[in-house]
């Protein structure tokens, strides 16, 4: 088939190369010319495992093509794929003008039929909104169809080659019929095609990613009680991950949730929820949750210096918001970055692929290492707020030289804190009692509460 996909970041770069790899012509739209012509010359400006490989091997086999001329990228293209960002409004809601932009370019210079599939996070009603514009700018002969993604990034390639469902919402059978041909290749080993009404698929996407922040929230606010009663975290998520019911999926307790999908959607779901007369109060203690859970992380440092970061030297280690990623949105290590430097501290960072982002954002405010010993060098503390796997088994007697005082304070439970306390590190975890409680009385450790950062 003949395909256009509107916007190269994360969803219609990996949508748009991996219809390629499966035979397809593709040719993928957008505004900045300077990414287009990087991307011409095979050069991706993401870091996506895998998917630098498929991008230089279909540009050279000619299956793949960038242009900022959208006349030209829609002339011969069935399908039209909208792969625009929808970021969250003041309110929460999503921004959708680069969508119904689209929608427009593609009523004024497409000729004939189209299906126009949004690929974007939109909510529900957005594609009878945008199927009412078209129709009303004398285009009713584009159909629109809804076909969200679920691509993890870290995994976004191998989650689009095989994927575990394809849901196509489409009211128009000849378009579902079409967009059922363009995914079969996909579907070779029997994972599942489902085929849903607009609506249903539009709530789909959201729903799905609300119910994964949902359990993440969970997991940390449990975390945060097993702390004070001296539970351990990791052996309650095993304890409860076993369960069939409830898997072991998106239970690991750390510094909450960050990235482009699941702040924004969950956000979107709750004023979608308020439009519609219908509170989500779990959703909204998701949020509230997710954003203490940082606080709560940095007041267990802060109180550990005595509230005082004045002169005070922090290591960080894992700068974007999951590993496998150079993606900093939303990213817990930023904010922990930030609170450090407004209270006169300074940080020097390691991150395999985040760094060149970061230093974007924040310029020399910080200091950026080629090597995460380099990080440790000098530093008061060390905090991990990535679980990058060189992170796992590092050289402990190393870091302990290097560091002015071996004491960690992980965000993300790599370690063991009796091996840890062995090798001679101070060590503080998620959901799990700190080193200096450890002797007391459970009521004592439930009384020392600490205050969370405002």
């Not at 004398?138 to 390639?157: C, H, M, T, W, Y």
């Not at 290492?369 to 990535?386: K, P, R, S, V």
Request: hydrophobic letters at 40%.
């Amino acid at each position: 088939m003949n395909l256009a996909v509107v916007g190269t970041g994360y969803v219609g770069l990996v949508t748009g190369t991996c219809l390629a790899e499966m035979g397809n012509q593709v040719v993928c739209i957008d505004t900045d010319a300077a990414k287009v012509a990087q991307l011409q010359a095979g050069q991706v400006p993401i870091y996506e495992p895998g998917l630098n490989e498929l991008v230089e091997s279909n540009v050279s086999e000619g299956r793949l093509t960038f242009t900022t001329d959208a006349r030209q990228g829609i002339a011969d293209s069935q399908i039209v794929m909208i792969a625009v960002g929808t970021p969250p409004q003041e309110d929460g809601s999503a921004d959708l003008s680069a969508v119904f932009a689209v929608a427009r370019m593609v009523a004024e210079v497409a000729q004939g039929k189209r299906v126009l599939v949004t690929k974007s996070t939109v909510p529900v009603g957005t594609c009878e909104s945008l199927q009412k514009q078209l129709d009303e700018m004398g285009r009713p002969d584009i159909v629109v169809v809804s076909n969200p993604e679920f691509l993890k990034q870290g995994d976004a390639v191998n989650d689009f080659l095989k994927p575990e469902r394809v849901v196509i919402g489409a009211d128009d059978p000849e378009a579902s019929q079409l967009m059922q041909e363009l995914y079969a290749p996909f579907l070779r080993t029997g994972n599942r095609m489902i085929v849903m009404d607009i609506a249903s698929a539009e709530m789909t996407k959201y729903v799905a990613n609300a119910f994964l922040a949902t359990k993440i929230s969970f997991i940390n606010e449990m975390s945060r009680l097993c702390q004070r009663v001296g539970a351990d975290v990791e052996l309650v998520r095993a304890g409860i991950a076993t369960d069939s019911r409830i898997g072991d999926k998106f239970l690991f307790p750390g510094l909450g949730f960050g990235g482009s999908c699941f702040p924004k959607d969950v956000k979107a779901l709750i004023q979608t929820g308020q439009q519609f007369g219908c509170d989500m109060d779990i959703l909204s203690s998701v949020v509230r949750v997710n954003e203490q859970q940082r606080t709560f992380f940095f007041d267990r440092v802060l109180n550990y210096y005595g509230g005082q970061l004045q002169g005070k030297k922090l290591a960080i280690w894992g700068l974007a918001f999951k590993p496998r990623t150079d993606d900093t949105r939303e990213a817990p290590a930023l904010s922990l970055i930030e609170w450090i430097l407004e209270r006169g501290g300074s940080v020097q960072a390691f991150d395999p692929k985040a760094m060149p982002k970061v230093k974007q954002e924040l310029g020399n405010r910080i200091r950026y290492c080629d090597l995460a010993y380099d990080a440790l060098e000098g530093a008061d503390g060390l905090i991990i707020a990535t679980e990058w796997n060189e992170f796992r088994r590092p050289d402990f007697d190393r870091m302990r030289r290097l560091l002015n005082h071996p004491v960690i304070f992980d965000g993300r439970n790599l370690y063991s804190p009796d091996r840890m306390a062995q090798r001679g590190f101070e060590y503080y975890c998620v959901g799990r009692p700190d080193p200096v409680l450890a002797e007391k009385p459970v009521a004592e450790v439930a009384a020392g509460v600490s205050q969370v950062v405002n």
